[in-house]
């Protein structure tokens, strides 16, 4: 669905139509791995929000996340099509534990033969105390 879809922001380099990573300066053009950040701040369409996977080794997760935020999810893009197959496998999990969620929440609604038990011992419930008062 469409929460699985995130904006994608390159940083370009001036005189050149080919995407940088904003960290260590170097090319985007498909032979090295990209990295699509889903951060806390990302509501700031300013900021660039791709970077190289080097990037993110040698700068470490805490430079990166002081930078860009709290990193919430990481996205590999372009991958090779062993690396797809796993991010599928594993999309494929989050998604039918969700499904797991969602219907654990939902309680069944009562069908007429419960609503009538539940009706019927409230009025003899009701009775009951009726007599008790009347004999007493």
């Given amino acids: 669905g469409r929460k699985d879809l995130y904006a994608a922001r390159f940083q370009v380099s001036k005189g050149t139509s080919v995407p940088s990573c904003p960290m260590i300066g170097i090319e985007l053009n ?3 791995p990209a990295i699509l ?3 806390s701040k990302a509501d700031e369409e300013d900021t660039p929000n791709v970077i190289s996977e080097r990037a993110l080794k ?3 997760k805490e430079a990166v996340e002081a930078e860009y935020g709290i990193i919430e999810k990481q996205i ?3 991958p090779n ?3 797809l197959e796993e991010i599928k496998s594993k999309l494929e999990q989050e998604r039918s534990q969700d499904k797991k969620k969602k219907t654990k929440k939902r309680k069944q609604a009562p069908n007429d033969s419960q609503k009538k038990q539940k009706a019927g011992k409230r009025t003899g419930a009701v009775q009951e105390a009726r007599e ?3 004999s007493a």
Avoid: D
């Fill in 58 to 60: 040698e700068m470490g």
């Fill in 76 to 78: 590999r893009l372009a």
């Fill in 132 to 134: 008790r008062v009347a």
């Fill in 37 to 39: 950040l889903v951060t």
């Fill in 81 to 83: 099509s062993m690396l």
């Fill in 30 to 32: 498909g032979t090295t």
